[in-house]
């Protein structure tokens, strides 16, 4: 079985012909490490090959992995998020990926509100269209992001979208490409009064594609834990 480290070290090879091939520094590039089908021992081999950044998308199960590793990393929920687990996530999650309805923000300001912190949020574009798939459709975007500025204990990092799971690359870029320009086209109208920076997006499949087309946190599970 191929070590966790030598694992990793494809995946930053990879990286860096990705970025070599666009002129982009990978110091932007933020790997999260996907551990949602592994148990804590393997999520503490990921912590100790130096990969900070965890993802996890099941409430009960990733907080009593993130109990068990006394804080360490960085946690990220980068799955679908009911407004009923929003108290399990909120404190020990710095980042969520999910954010596309005004309920889950309700919940969220609340919880961040009682606990006295900022959550850093993405707000997940449906940008495919596929009925699978959650996430805002794009062009209600704006408006969306005019009623999450309402909520002071939620910081917009960026967005996140998940492509189509194909192989065909000229099928996905597209998908990418897409939410870097609503990115761009969200900083041009000045909702926010800070700049959205971030774009989660790229999995194992295709996050080379996705840095290609501008991604600043990648998800990736099965390259690193096969």
Request: with cysteine.
């Amino acid at each position: 079985m191929v070590s966790i480290t030598a694992n990793i070290q494809i995946v930053q090879d990879k990286i860096e012909q990705a970025c070599k091939r666009i002129g982009r520094d990978t110091e932007e590039i933020n790997v999260i490490a996907v551990t949602k089908y592994v148990n804590v021992e393997k999520t503490e081999e990921v912590l100790n090959a130096g990969l900070q950044h965890i993802g996890e998308n099941r409430p009960q199960q990733a907080v009593s992995k993130y109990d068990q590793l006394q804080e360490r990393g960085i946690w990220h929920f980068i799955g679908n998020l009911q407004t009923r687990k929003v108290k399990q996530v909120i404190g020990k999650f710095e980042y969520i990926h999910s954010l596309d309805r005004i309920a889950l923000a309700e919940e969220i300001e609340k919880r961040a509100k009682y606990l006295g912190i900022k959550v850093k949020c993405f707000i997940q574009v449906n940008v495919s269209g596929e009925e699978s798939k959650s996430g805002i459709d794009p062009d209600k975007l704006i408006q969306f992001s005019r009623e999450v500025k309402q909520f002071e204990s939620i910081e917009v990092v960026g967005l996140m979208t998940m492509a189509p799971l194909t192989e065909n690359i000229e099928v996905i870029r597209p998908h990418f490409r897409r939410l870097r320009e609503l990115r761009d086209y969200l900083n041009e109208q000045q909702i926010f009064d800070y700049l959205v920076k971030e774009l989660s997006m790229g999995m194992s499949n295709d996050f080379e594609i996705a840095i290609e087309e501008g991604a600043t946190f990648v998800r990736l599970g099965s390259i690193l834990l096969k």
